[in-house]
């Protein structure tokens, strides 16, 4: 007798090529940029009509306090894009480039999947990771690091609604 897959079937988010798709819709988030800021809003996957692959449109659109007081409305766009195995992220803008490719792997007990990349922007590292938890939240952490950067961004996404 086979034993049943668990880390499958405990994990709202399905197969590790199924994890961009169950992103769409709408998400609350929080983010703490270390020594520097905070944020919290609202983020949207949307599908993208006529996109060559099948991809979402990301749009966050939130409230940016510095650690001085002063707060901004700030937005900013992403593309998740399906890949085999995880999903790739593009800047939102013409023509789209490449942010970073994450491929997931089973995650620990409250993680069903993570996925780390690096992206080089100038001389700054930004590496990133993302975990999917098993509660149907995720977070994304960037470390970035370089001459001109210096802090770590930790957002977490949770189902709005």
Do not use: N
């Not at 306090?65 to 707060?71: I, T």
């Amino acid at each position: 007798m086979q034993a049943p897959d668990l880390t499958l079937s405990l994990s709202p988010w399905g197969e590790a090529g199924e994890v961009w798709a169950r992103l769409a819709g709408g998400w609350a988030f929080e983010r703490t940029i270390e020594g520097q800021a905070s944020m919290h809003g609202t983020a949207v996957f949307r599908p993208l009509p006529g996109a060559a692959h099948a991809t979402l449109h990301y749009r966050e659109e939130g409230r940016l306090r510095l650690l001085d007081g002063r707060a901004f409305d700030a937005h900013r766009e992403y593309l998740y894009q399906g890949r085999p195995g995880g999903f790739a992220v593009l800047f939102a803008e013409q023509p789209p480039r490449l942010f970073h490719e994450i491929a997931l792997r089973p995650g620990d007990d409250d993680t069903a999947w993570t996925g780390t990349a690096a992206h080089l922007c100038a001389a700054d590292v930004y590496d990133s990771l993302y975990r999917f938890l098993a509660d149907g939240s995720f977070t994304l952490r960037h470390t970035v690091q370089g001459p001109r950067k210096d802090y770590v961004s930790l957002t977490r996404f949770r189902a709005a609604g």
